[in-house]
């Protein structure tokens, strides 16, 4: 059983980036499914998260990505993805994907809610 995040980059100022979380030995239709991320010398802070696939219309998002990260769910992947646009360098940041039973933007901060983890994948954006 295990959660994977991949995707990241290098990319400047204004570009793009999608990165996916991928499971294996599960499904990820069961479970919401949160990004995070981390910068170097930050503590860890919740990016987005969607609900599991008969709720997949619900949605958050940190204040400070909206209007430019967009997350999604594709049922026949097994996939969560989250686009990236308008990137800035202060979302340079080790990016993780994980899954809950719960949903809501409260969970981000009660670790113990969730069942599965990813490894992270950098995301760094630079000139």
């Known amino acids: 059983v295990q959660l994977q995040a991949s995707g990241g980059g290098l990319v400047q100022p204004g570009g793009s980036l999608r990165l996916s979380c991928t499971a294996s030995g599960f499904t990820l239709n069961f479970y919401n499914i949160y990004w995070f991320r981390q910068a170097p010398g930050k503590e860890r802070e919740g990016v987005s998260c969607?609900?599991?696939?008969?709720?997949?219309?619900?949605?958050y998002y940190l204040d400070s990505v909206k209007g430019r990260f967009t997350i999604s769910r594709d049922s026949t992947k097994n996939t969560v993805d989250l686009q990236m646009n308008s990137l800035k360098p202060e979302d340079t940041a080790v990016y993780y994907c994980a899954a809950a039973p719960v949903l809501g933007d409260e969970v981000f901060t009660k670790k113990f809610l969730f069942d599965y983890w990813g490894q992270g994948t950098l995301v760094t954006v630079s000139s």
């Open positions: 969607i609900g599991s696939n008969n709720n997949n219309e619900t949605t």
